[in-house]
């Protein structure tokens, strides 16, 4: 009597990608992330001491498409997901994202009332492309997926890396940046989220960075191996 094999879940990504493709990646969201920055300055003449809703809605809806576009192409089981699958999931995880990573800063702590509001809201969509959209537009709702990588640690291949890493670097720059808000300095940038957003902006470079670091290491290591 044969036995029954257990299907194993699904973790292949559609296509890879090299350290050097990965290092385009970055390069092109940073730009991004760099155009948000000067259209905020250059058109509207705030930054985000001045005007922290304005400045946060412009970063994450320029950074928000290029994510897509680029995550999209590295879906998850291509033949059954199309690339416009991937865009409107993308487009779901982006709301699911925010949600979450605001009721995260209120509960620990984050001001809650009107005056706060947008820049709550913002922050949150800014957080979620950072954390949710790629994760989102590659494994979709595949939990198994979703655990493997998030919880376990255990990322497969250069994407998942691209995943993993500057999402938590976000999260983890986010935090620390929270720390001089309570403080009695009495500056401008203390307010809420403006020094957290920018530790979670440094923290998600930081993360590219080091992700690339491993991909390059983890490649010299392999042949090594091979070797």
């Known amino acids: 009597m044969k036995e029954g094999k257990k299907k194993k879940p699904e973790t292949s990504i559609g296509e890879s990608i090299s350290a050097l493709g990965a290092f385009f990646v970055y390069l092109i969201t940073g730009l991004f992330l760099a155009v948000g920055f000067w259209v905020v300055r250059d058109k509207y003449s705030v930054d985000l001491i001045s005007d922290p809703s304005l400045t946060l809605r412009l970063l994450w809806m320029i950074e928000f498409p290029i994510v897509v576009i680029i995550f999209s192409l590295f879906r998850s089981n291509p033949k059954k997901c199309s690339y416009f699958r991937a865009v409107g999931r993308s487009i779901v995880g982006l709301i699911s994202g925010a949600i979450i990573n605001a009721l995260g800063a209120v509960s620990l702590g ?57 999402a938590y670097g976000a999260i983890i720059g986010g935090w620390f940046g929270a720390w001089p808000m309570p403080l009695d300095w009495e500056r401008p940038w203390q307010e809420w989220p403006i020094c957290v957003c920018y530790g979670a902006i440094g923290g998600y470079i930081v993360g590219q960075l080091v992700s690339l670091s491993l991909m390059i290491f983890l490649r010299k290591h392999k042949n090594l191996k091979l070797a």
């Open 110 to 166: 984050a001001p809650v009332g009107m005056q706060s509001l947008p820049k709550t809201v913002h922050w949150s969509f800014l957080m979620s492309v950072f954390t949710v959209v790629p994760a989102t537009a590659v494994f979709g709702a595949s939990w198994t997926n979703w655990h493997r990588v998030f919880a376990s640690l255990k990322p497969t291949g250069n994407i998942e890396y691209m995943i993993l890493i500057p």
